[in-house]
């Protein structure tokens, strides 16, 4: 069988000195259909490896439950009949501005629990997790017959932490369980990040945007016998709702590429093709220093600016990348067509029913309010319940631990929308009064020491300096649409769910847009596209063309803010900011 190692500070592929050109491309951002055509346009590129993480939360949604592992092992024989070798970065944490980092809401939920460390009980629900996933990883190396070159130990581990046992354990568990491939950490170009997040004996790689020469001498300190590679190239960057839409300049870009591998090293370019975080798997992150500094959730667009777009095309980065590219890795296919998008058009609402009445939401009571992790919810709304005894004069209502966005209603009127780490306004109630608090949560945070929040109302709710007690909770979990009771109309309500049908003659990609509408979900035939609010900067919903069928296509959306005009647009190309 072929081999790839490291020898002389170099790599070899079957004895021979290589070059590693990858891209990341993440299966689980891209429809299973498009995995081809994407495929296709990295090889295009000039690339010939592709790059992906694996997100443990969407693989194991409950202790010991498994989903969709398999769609790893499809996505690396895709690649090989592309002609790609392949480099799988199994986390167990991966950041990839996925929500929580990738690691299950039921695990950070746990109380003593201290994740990416040798904690046992930490190391025993990855150990269960790794023995599901990376078999399937192991049959697939080059070593086998297969596409597989690399695997990664963690991610970036040095901005985190010091736990060399961990990252001990996690190479050992890897090749316990059949790799036999080069294991490999990626980390920040800095003495704080080598020092913390490597391993003596496992290749260290170093992530980075600009300056490699700067970079790769830094590297070269802590590792002078290792070859040379930047495992992300952040060639384009990723948007937060309410913050200016991220570009990076082509020719930046690309004068970048051309002195990384002018150095002699390899590459990974970071994203190649970003795809979209369908759902709500969308992260977070905070400004500044990772410990402070202001939460902001990620968009669900994952575009990244990358030279291959959200819908597959190329882009003016795409042909400058291309023309360096080739002059290392010359034999490469045509580009590919790009997809069709549909005709504009306008999808009337014509159905609707308010959300407190569309069957979704299951009901409990409890003392204080609960967090989603506490009902079992990973994302969604819970509508909190209570009562303000009385008679008593006005005090301020105050709700702590907020995360992330709440409806205030009083006595069933709106009277004030709260925001995590924003200054809540002065509400002031006299009692006997009901309170209630719709409370929606957005990505996890992704990076840094926060990682493992909880979601709902963390606090209490207070009236002045008095706790409430005994709240009725109604949790809404937002996967699953097909049994909600639509009546005929459009309602125009606020915190309601509107249908309509998108006639299609030939499924193509398309992009909705929701001019007028607040903040809400959008559905199409049963599957989740994401969020999209009017705070941008993203103003788009990609619709991949296997989503749609021939004739009449269901479109369903929740708004939490301000219905819209009654209608939904469908346009030719995404607006991103």
Not at 243 to 265: F, K, M, V
Not at 359 to 372: D, E, K, Q, V, Y
Not at 470 to 477: H, P
Request: negative net charge; glycine residues 12%; proline residues 7%.
């Amino acid at each position: 069988m072929p081999a790839f190692s490291i020898e002389d500070g170099a790599f070899r592929l079957d004895g021979e000195e290589f070059r590693v050109l990858s891209g990341a491309l993440h299966y689980f951002r891209v429809h299973p259909d498009q995995w081809a055509h994407r495929l296709r346009m990295l090889h295009a590129m000039g690339l010939n490896t592709v790059e992906t993480y694996v997100p443990w939360n969407l693989h194991e949604p409950a202790p010991g439950t498994f989903s969709g592992i398999e769609r790893l092992g499809a996505f690396l024989d895709a690649a090989a009949a592309e002609g790609l070798l392949a480099i799988v970065r199994p986390g167990p944490y991966i950041c990839a501005e996925w929500d929580n980092g990738g690691l299950p809401a039921w695990l950070t939920a746990q109380p003593g629990v201290r994740v990416r460390t040798s904690d046992p009980v930490y190391l025993g629900h990855v150990d269960r997790f790794f023995a599901e996933l990376i078999p399937g990883v192991a049959e697939r190396q080059i070593t086998r017959g297969g596409n597989v070159i690399m695997v990664q130990v963690e991610n970036e581990y040095g901005s985190y932490g010091t736990d060399r046992a961990y990252l001990g354990h996690l190479a050992r568990t890897l090749q316990e369980l059949g790799v036999e491939v080069p294991l490999f950490t990626s980390d920040g170009p800095g003495d704080w990040w080598l020092t913390g997040g490597t391993l003596p004996g496992v290749l260290a790689t170093v992530n980075f945007g600009s300056e490699p020469e700067r970079h790769f001498a830094t590297l070269r300190e802590h590792r002078p016998d290792d070859p040379l590679m930047c495992m992300e190239f952040w060639c384009g960057w990723f948007d937060h709702w309410g913050q200016e839409h991220i570009t990076r300049d082509p020719a930046d870009a690309a004068d970048s590429l051309e002195r990384i591998l002018a150095a002699g090293a390899s590459v990974n370019l970071y994203m190649a093709h970003g795809g979209t975080s369908f759902g709500t798997w969308s992260g977070a992150n905070r400004t500044g220093d990772s410990h402070g500094g202001e939460w902001r959730p990620t968009v669900t667009s994952y575009d990244y600016d990358a030279p291959v777009d959200e819908r597959g095309a190329p882009t003016e980065k795409y042909r400058l990348f291309r023309e360096i590219l080739t002059r290392y890795n010359p034999d490469v296919p045509e580009v590919p067509e790009v997809p069709a998008t549909l005709p504009a058009a306008t999808v009337p609402l014509t159905e609707s029913v308010r959300l407190a009445a569309a069957g979704l939401g299951r009901t409990t009571t409890a003392p204080a309010p609960p967090s989603f992790e506490q009902l079992g919810l990973t994302h969604g709304l819970v509508a909190y319940r209570t009562e303000i005894p009385g008679p008593r004069q006005p005090y301020r209502l105050s709700v702590d631990g907020l995360h992330d966005r709440a409806h205030l209603f009083v006595d069933g009127e709106l009277r004030a929308v709260l925001e995590r780490d924003a200054e809540q306004p002065e509400v002031t109630v006299a009692g006997p009064a009901t309170v209630e608090l719709l409370v929606e949560s957005m990505g996890r945070t992704n990076f840094g020491p926060r990682l493992g929040e909880s979601k709902g109302i963390l606090g209490g709710v207070r009236h002045h300096q008095q706790y409430l007690h005994g709240f009725e909770v109604t949790a809404y979990d937002l996967e699953d649409v097909s049994g909600v009771r639509f009546g005929a109309g459009f309602s125009g309500e606020a915190r309601s769910l509107f249908r309509g049908r998108l006639e299609v003659g030939e499924p193509a990609d398309a992009f909705l847009a929701l001019p007028g509408w607040g903040k809400g979900y959008v559905w199409v035939n049963g599957f989740l596209l994401g969020r999209y609010w009017e705070r941008g900067p993203q103003r788009t919903l990609y619709v991949p063309a296997p989503l749609l069928r021939a004739g009449a296509n269901e479109i369903v959306v929740l708004e939490l803010d301000r219905s819209g005009p009654g209608a939904i647009e469908v346009v030719a190309a995404a607006e991103l900011g």
